[in-house]
């Protein structure tokens, strides 16, 4: 039954996530709103992780109905995520007046987070999205919130099914999928981005935009300070950027399936700790660096304060565990 009330929430924290900078009261409220509206239609919320399943797929881990919602709560995410999608469907818009845009959401989770709360900001003769889950459950109960917040006419199709296999019915204007983790790491975004990008028009804006990764050497106390003093407090920061690791968009698709090795320089000695660091570009210049979400959070993979090594190579497996692997070259005394 559709909800006034719930309507005039999620239109007004949409507006909230979209205009509100970097007050983080105001986005957790929105997010809170979202998440309050959300759990409440569908009934699923996420204390009940655990209690259903990850769905395990050749290419990597789709996550469970309950962990997908979880992800609407990690703020910083969700809100630079919507201002990209809605950033990219006003451009679309805008070279296309007259048109009404397509848009595909692959991997939606129960609550269509990344979309759902930006309809209500359009008109359905503006954009129509199609909807694509591996999790029929979590389909089930994305149309529960459609249906509330009346918004069937703004969605188009609605497929159950694994989107490293889609086959694309159409032209689509923008395309989204976040099936992510820090480092690319279990779940399949590669292998959607490699399966949906080269079906896609160019003219289709794919979202992210790009993720890449690189190798930085790090000093732990810097790294340290830098989180617990305010920006213009805080003491000298420095990093040495090894390289780009691996890099993924509509561009370039192959990068990743190349072997990346970095010599390791003598600032070892002040700059020990060997992290990799995940950027999301999502749309323009909204974008996510390392500590704003779980999807960029830094991994370490090299101490050199134990091991000494003169050079280090990457590579990147896909398959059922998607992931990073690496090794070092050590000198020979
Ligand atoms: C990380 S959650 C994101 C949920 C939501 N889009 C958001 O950003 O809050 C990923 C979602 O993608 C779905 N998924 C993962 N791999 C998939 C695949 N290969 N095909 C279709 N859906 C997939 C999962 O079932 C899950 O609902």
Not at 190 to 204: F, G, R, S, T, Y
Not at 283 to 301: A, C, G, M, Q, V
Request: charged content about 25%.
């Amino acid at each position: 039954m559709t909800d006034k009330t719930h309507i005039e929430s999620v239109g007004q924290s949409a507006k909230t996530l979209i205009a509100c900078g970097d007050d983080f009261a105001l986005m957790k409220q929105a997010v809170d709103e979202l998440y309050r509206v959300f759990s409440g239609i569908t009934g699923v919320r996420v204390d009940q992780l655990g209690a259903d399943k990850d769905i395990m797929l050749p290419s990597g881990k789709a996550i469970s109905t309950a962990a997908a919602a979880h992800c609407l709560l990690e703020m910083k995410r969700t809100a630079v995520f919507l201002r990209g999608i809605d950033k990219a469907i006003r451009q679309q818009l805008s070279a296309n007046p007259q048109k009404t845009l397509h848009l595909l959401y692959a991997g939606t989770g129960p609550y269509g987070t990344l979309i759902i709360p930006l309809l209500l900001l359009y008109k359905p003769q503006e954009l129509i999205v199609d909807l694509l889950d591996i999790n029929s459950v979590s389909l089930v109960a994305l149309q529960k919130v459609i249906d509330t917040l009346a918004l069937n006419d703004y969605i188009g199709e609605v497929y159950c099914t694994d989107a490293t296999r889609f086959i694309i019915p159409r032209h689509y204007d923008i395309a989204i999928s976040e099936t992510m983790l820090a480092c690319l790491k279990s779940e399949p975004q590669v292998a959607i981005m490699q399966n949906l990008i080269p079906q896609l028009a160019e003219d289709c804006i794919f979202i992210p935009e790009e993720i890449s990764i690189d190798a930085c050497l790090t000093n732990p106390k810097m790294e340290m300070e830098r989180l617990l003093y305010y920006e213009n407090e805080s003491p000298p920061f420095e990093r040495r950027l090894l390289g780009n690791v691996f890099v993924i968009s509509k561009h370039k698709l192959d990068d990743i399936k190349s072997r990346k090795t970095f010599s390791i320089p003598d600032d070892a000695i002040v700059f020990p700790v060997l992290n990799l660091f995940t950027t999301v570009k999502v749309f323009d210049n909204e974008i996510l660096t390392d500590n704003d979400s779980s999807i960029t959070l830094p991994k370490r993979f090299y101490d050199f304060r134990r091991q000494s090594a003169n050079e280090v190579v990457f590579w990147y497996v896909q398959g059922e565990k998607p992931r990073i692997e690496s090794g070092i070259v050590q000198p020979t005394f």
